[in-house]
Each structure stands twice: as structure tokens, then as C-alpha cells.
């Protein structure tokens, strides 16, 4: 069955670096487009960035761009967020998800269009 196990998370100081991982089992990741998600208490989930199947096309949201970068390498089943620049802000759950056969003219900043999900890894991001 497929799975998704986020990595790396942890507290850091206002404008550390911090990166994230995104392991995955039970599918060919070569097939998948990935969206990386977080969640702030109190707040819903947001969409921050994503990665095509083939690793060309990535997108960012405006909250994130320019200080986050994300990546993949498929012979190790795993898709990267080096995050930068951190803010108080950027503080939440931060969660991969995967969807098979890339989002096919969906939207990539909606929950809906992926088909596997994380459990997240939480970051603090405090002085």
C-alpha cells in the first residue's frame, strides 16, 4: 500500500534554515506529482508548494516563495521542502501528499486533488 512518512521537522530560530522530507513506499513515485501542505493552530490548511512528476514545473504559494524550495529525487522515493528565512509565521504541521498521475489540470493548492497524504511533522519556528 502506498505510504508517505514527513521528516526533518523540528524548532529553529527566526531565520534558520530547516529542510523537510517526504519518503514514500508502495508506489512508483516516477508517476506522481507531489503538494507539500501545512496547518497552523487554529487555521486551515494551506497549500504551499508543488512538484511535477518529472521535477520541471514547481509552484509556490505567495507566503512562501522565495524562501522555500522543493525537489525530488525518484531513485530514492523522496521529494524535499528546503525551507529558508523562517519565520514566527511559518510555524505548523507541515504535510506531503501525492497524487498519481500528476493533478491533470486541477488545482494544486486544493486537499481534493491529492490521493495519499502524510501524517505530518510539526516545525516551531520561535526566539
Known amino acids: 500500500q502506498a505510504q508517505l512518512v514527513e521528516s526533518g521537522g523540528g524548532s529553529v530560530q527566526p531565520g534558520g534554515p530547516l529542510r523537510l522530507s517526504c519518503s514514500t513506499s508502495?508506489?512508483?513515485?516516477?508517476?506522481?506529482?507531489v503538494g507539500w501542505f501545512r496547518q497552523a493552530p487554529g487555521k486551515e490548511r494551506e497549500g504551499i508548494s508543488y512538484?511535477?512528476?518529472?521535477?520541471?514545473?514547481?509552484s509556490y504559494s505567495d507566503s512562501v516563495k522565495g524562501r522555500f524550495t522543493i525537489s525530488r529525487d525518484n531513485a530514492k522515493n523522496t521529494v524535499y521542502l528546503q525551507m529558508n528565512s523562517l519565520k514566527p509565521e511559518d510555524t505548523a504541521v507541515y504535510y506531503c501528499?501525492?497524487?498519481?498521475?500528476?493533478?491533470?489540470?486541477?488545482?494544486?493548492?486544493?486537499?481534493?486533488?491529492?490521493?495519499?497524504w502524510g501524517q505530518g511533522t510539526q516545525v516551531i519556528v520561535s526566539s
Open positions: 508502495g508506489l512508483v513515485l516516477d508517476y506522481y506529482g
Open positions: 501528499a501525492a497524487v498519481s498521475g500528476g493533478r491533470r489540470g486541477r488545482s494544486w493548492l486544493a486537499s481534493s486533488t491529492y490521493d495519499y
Open positions: 512538484i511535477s512528476s518529472t521535477g520541471i514545473s514547481t
